[in-house]
């Protein structure tokens, strides 16, 4: 089946550097999502990216949805301790199927 | 109600016994779905719905896994002789389904932990 790998599978930062996390698969997906989700809670989602080599951005986020369809990476920059938390992509793959494919996430850590 | 809501937030059980697990989706929203996450790990689709019908079940692990919809609103998630591998974080979701998988967006409730002894 269709499987998503995320990387770095942790980031331990200071508070005002930058942070970049991609995601590969080995299938092509047409929706490329990133969620942010916080302890106890379920998946926020920060950014969806519909089309190949669409960057889009949201605040300090920017992602990207790569060129192949196969890949997609979340910046963020200046980071601030409410940015702990724990980072997926998820992909939704051919036309008619709704489910979505996560990757095994990111969790980051900022340190003040 | 403003978002996803599911029921009950925490769960304990002894392995054996049956559970049911409820989602209550925003108000109006077409299609609902079930996913697991276990410790550590991202999210494992289970199924989805479509109103009151499921037209992908592909990612229940057993047939001691069912879920219903009905009213094409509240979804119960049931497991029968629960095992202790079934414990994990049972999330439900809700989406519009409008005219195309680029409004589809995915709103989660903040799941119900369950936790098989």
């Known amino acids: 089946g269709q499987q998503l790998n995320q990387s770095p599978q942790s980031m331990f930062i200071q508070e005002g550097e930058d942070v970049s996390m991609n995601c590969t698969s080995s299938?092509?997906?047409?929706?490329w999502l990133w969620y942010k989700q916080d302890p106890g809670e379920g998946p926020v989602l920060l950014i969806a990216?519909?089309?190949?080599?669409e960057l889009t951005s949201n605040g300090r986020l920017t992602a990207q949805f790569g060129i192949t369809r196969k890949d997609s990476f979340l910046n963020i920059s200046a980071s601030i301790p409410s940015d702990v938390g724990i980072y997926f992509c998820?992909?939704?793959?051919?036309?008619?199927?709704?489910?979505?494919?996560f990757g095994s996430g990111t969790r980051l850590l900022v340190r003040p | 109600g403003a978002g996803v809501s599911q029921s009950p937030s925490n769960k304990v059980t002894e392995k054996g016994k049956d559970v049911e697990l409820r989602c209550d989706p925003i108000?109006?929203?077409?299609?609902l779905y079930w996913y697991r996450q276990s410790l550590g790990q991202g999210l494992e689709f289970l199924i989805y719905?479509?109103?009151?019908?499921?037209?992908?079940k592909s990612g229940l692990p057993s047939d001691r896994f069912s879920a219903e919809r009905t009213g094409g609103s509240v979804s119960t998630l049931t497991i029968q002789r629960t095992q202790q591998e079934d414990s994990a974080v049972y999330l439900c979701?809700?989406?519009?389904?409008?005219?195309?998988?680029?409004?589809?967006?995915?709103?989660f409730g903040a799941g119900t932990r369950l936790s098989v002894l």
């Open positions: 299938s092509i997906f047409n929706t």
């Open positions: 719905f479509q109103g009151n019908s499921a037209p992908d």
């Open positions: 108000s109006g929203h077409t299609a």
């Open positions: 990216l519909y089309k190949a080599g």
């Open positions: 979701a809700s989406s519009w389904l409008a005219g195309g998988l680029a409004k589809n967006i995915q709103y």
């Open positions: 998820a992909g939704q793959g051919a036309r008619g199927s709704y489910k979505l494919i």
